[in-house]
């Protein structure tokens, strides 16, 4: 069994991120997220040459469900391809957190330890 690396607690939650890399902007969903980082799940990595262990960026992160929302700078620090286990996508660490940053996300955190996870509603 591997060792548990993270420092903070996880939690699941209904949100996603924009990441914007020179003038494109992608939009993808977070899988769960703790005081430290978050995984962010997509089903195209391979579309993504920029998506790499060390890779730096800046992150919207917003939550679906109340609209949530903190901008935080963080770094690639694992990426799970299709042939890993789970849902492919990569882990992030937030770095840098400036006290209005760290309030947002805690706020952010402690919203999703909170909810139950359910599937956006259907259309119509």
Known sequence: M?????????????????????????????????????FISSDKLSEFSWVREGTQMDLHLFDLEDLRSVEVQAVIVRVVGPEGPGREGFGVHFEGLDPDQKQSLFELVAYASTQSIHPPPLPG
């Open 2 to 38: 591997a060792k548990e690396r993270r420092n903070q607690p996880r939690y699941d939650i209904v949100a996603q991120i924009r990441v914007k890399r020179g003038r494109v902007n992608y939009l993808m969903d977070v899988r769960n997220i703790s005081m430290s980082g978050a």
